[in-house]
């Protein structure tokens, strides 16, 4: 949480600080201070305890002041206060009766103001009928009309922050009631950035989170790491769980907000999926009120900024055969100096351009609200001839049964394609790898057979770079999913909660080579498809009660139960004997055809629950229990046990 903000007002540093401007003598020394303050992993209302502290130590050190000439007069209607005024002396205390320095103190409407010295007390000139606006770090503002000339002002604190509902996993508790380890993204984190992509949303949002993209293909997702690589032969993707579903990311536009479970304590809820961490995300729905549209578009430039720098096609020339690998007479090495130079990184990649567009319809009554987002993009990879694109539409239905009974509803579909997701040589040798290694003596084109240049000098086995754009590897998915969820507040302090969801894919893959793009063999083509559904079934019961005003529980228990299917078909061909059919005729390449097949099921039922206990918001534990079962484990071995607790103290609380 950021609570201040440097500018720069009439050529000077300044900083903000709830809503208020302090001239700030030495810049650099101040926002360091609060940058740390900020940055200490204690709870809120300490870090607003300790920044009170040092902000009155930096007024009393005369590294902040706060002159009435410091405020922009542009937020001001009048610049000078009225001939008519009195002086009005007072004290400002925090809730517990302790003077808070550094308060500041405001003539509503005017550019008059002072702040509070290391006791709390302030004077201060208030026109007749003005009203005056006391506001701190971490406290609600207030604005008061003197009654007389001395006042005291109590500053309640702002609980908002504190009072949070952070997801948790089949659940939320208060943000102030946290034991595990968990980050929150809110949608106000991001929601200004030119992005559409959750690469942006949580690159540096989160400690030890990392998100990186592996290449510039379009449409290729990227690389999560919670806390590093937890396995050297398994998986070490963290477990994406969308308002409650399994499933991967959504865009940035959609997401309310995003919590990072990283510690043993706070995964074990999901017990086996979550050894990697786990991210849940909170996506919008629909609203009570007028219906609102929202536009979201940007449009993203994709360039290889730094590129390597290779020699030309003269000190190639020259330098393989002082290293005695080629040999040329002199006038051959005069005649590369005139010669033009291949740049194969110019001749691969490019400058791409990719778009993103979505719309978002909400709105609703008070027993009835929706939400519908369709969306479409393009996406283009800085290789030649790799793109993706991709157009679908999300509905979202919530009613109000009754006052006790919620039903969510949503339906999603969506339709892609890629062109060239990859590229490898025969031996698995990267395109940019292969731009680099070819000779700059080569031309693009051969002059005298006018196809793509191979097998020159330097060229090792690597086919032409510009050779491997030519590729046809078109892929073509569909998806769609619908999702149930039930909400019962079945007694005060007793709900259930059910959810049911099931998804459905297809997908398709047609890959063609060239006889000249497979080396000058023979052309090579095949044909793939693949189906897959999935679906979920959960229901957990919660229990929250408050005993004597100071025991604090909640107890939670449920069940779950997923499975997923599928079959998948492909075909091959070599020695294409009409190469323009590519895919459409395997069987012409009879009998150099080869056929493959695939059949997976698999579930998982799953029991678990959780106990939150603090005393007097003093002192928590936190209990976590879960039994996964697979269908891939023999009998008597199928479940595996995840415990985990957890302990905290919270200092502020005690009396």
Wanted: hydrophobic residues 35%; proline residues 4%.
């Amino acid at each position: 949480m950021r609570l201040y903000k440097t500018i720069k007002y009439k050529k000077k540093s300044c900083i903000v600080l709830s809503n208020q401007l302090y001239l700030c003598r030495i810049p650099d020394l101040a926002c360091t201070i609060l940058s740390l303050i900020y940055s200490l992993n204690v709870p809120v209302m300490s870090k607003k305890s300790i920044g009170a502290s040092i902000l009155g130590l930096m007024i009393a050190a005369g590294m902040i002041v706060f002159p009435a000439n410091t405020l922009s007069a542009e937020n001001a209607p009048s610049t000078q206060a009225p001939q008519q005024s009195r002086t009005v002396r007072g004290t400002v205390t925090d809730e517990n009766g302790a003077p808070v320095p550094g308060a500041g103190i405001v003539v509503v409407g005017t550019n008059v103001g002072t702040n509070t010295d290391m006791d709390g007390n302030f004077t201060i000139d208030v026109p007749q009928g003005a009203k005056i606006e006391i506001s701190f770090i971490g406290y609600l503002t207030q604005q008061v009309s003197p009654s007389s000339s001395t006042i005291n002002i109590q500053l309640l604190p702002d609980v908002e922050a504190l009072e949070e509902a952070i997801a948790i996993g089949y659940g939320t508790v208060k943000k102030s009631d946290l034991t595990g380890s968990v980050a929150t993204v809110a949608a106000k984190d991001f929601i200004n950035q030119p992005t559409s992509t959750y690469v942006s949303v949580l690159a540096g949002k989160v400690s030890g989170l990392t998100v990186r993209r592996t290449n510039g293909s379009a449409g290729r997702s990227s690389t999560i790491r919670v806390r590093g690589t937890n396995s050297i032969k398994g998986g070490n993707d963290p477990l994406i769980v969308v308002d409650g579903n399994y499933g991967g990311l959504p865009d940035a536009n959609d997401i309310v907000s995003i919590e990072v479970l990283k510690d043993a304590s706070a995964t074990a809820i999901y017990g086996s999926r979550g050894a990697n961490g786990v991210i849940l995300v909170t996506t919008k729905r629909g609203r009570t009120g007028k219906p609102t549209v929202n536009l979201y578009s940007d449009v993203s430039v994709d360039k290889i900024i730094n590129r390597y720098d290779m020699l030309n096609s003269y000190d190639f020339a020259k330098l393989n055969q002082e290293a005695g690998f080629y040999t040329w007479t002199d006038d051959e090495l005069n005649a590369f100096k005139n010669s033009p130079s291949t740049n194969w990184q110019d001749e691969i990649f490019r400058t791409a351009v990719s778009q993103n567009h979505k719309v978002s319809i909400s709105g609703g009554s008070d027993r009835v609200r929706y939400y519908l987002s369709p969306y479409w993009n393009k996406r283009n990879g800085t290789l030649r001839n790799n793109w993706s694109e991709g157009y679908g539409i999300s509905g979202k239905l919530d009613l109000d049964l009754s006052d006790r009974i919620t039903l969510q509803t949503e339906l999603n579909a969506g339709h892609g394609e890629s062109q060239n997701a990859t590229f490898s040589n025969s031996n698995y040798t990267s395109l940019p790898i292969t731009a680099l290694l070819w000779a700059p003596i080569e031309p693009v084109i051969d002059p005298v057979t006018g196809h793509y240049s191979s097998n020159g000098k330097g060229t090792g086995t690597l086919l032409n770079p510009v050779l491997l754009t030519t590729n046809d590897d078109h892929s073509y998915s569909n998806s769609g999913s619908a999702i149930f969820n039930l909400k019962v507040n079945i007694l005060d302090g007793l709900d259930f909660n059910g959810k049911f969801s099931i998804s459905q894919g297809n997908s398709w893959n047609n890959d063609y080579q060239s006889s000249e793009r497979n080396n000058g063999t023979s052309a090579i083509a095949g044909k793939s498809s693949s189906n897959s559904k999935s679906w979920l079934l959960n229901g957990y019961l919660t229990y929250t009660k408050t005993f004597a005003d100071l025991h604090n529980f909640q107890a939670m228990a449920g069940f779950e139960e997923t499975r997923s299917s599928g079959e998948s078909l492909s075909g091959n061909a070599q020695n294409l004997p009409i190469e323009s059919f590519k895919w459409n005729n395997l069987g012409l390449s009879a009998p150099m055809i080869s056929v493959g097949s695939g059949y997976w099921n698999s579930a998982m039922r799953s029991f678990f629950g959780r106990i939150n206990y603090n005393y007097a918001n003093r002192y928590y534990v936190t209990a976590n229990f879960r039994a996964d079962g697979s269908s891939k484990f023999r009998d008597g071995k199928k479940f595996g046990y995840f415990p985990s607790f957890s302990l905290a103290w919270n200092a502020a609380n005690e009396p």
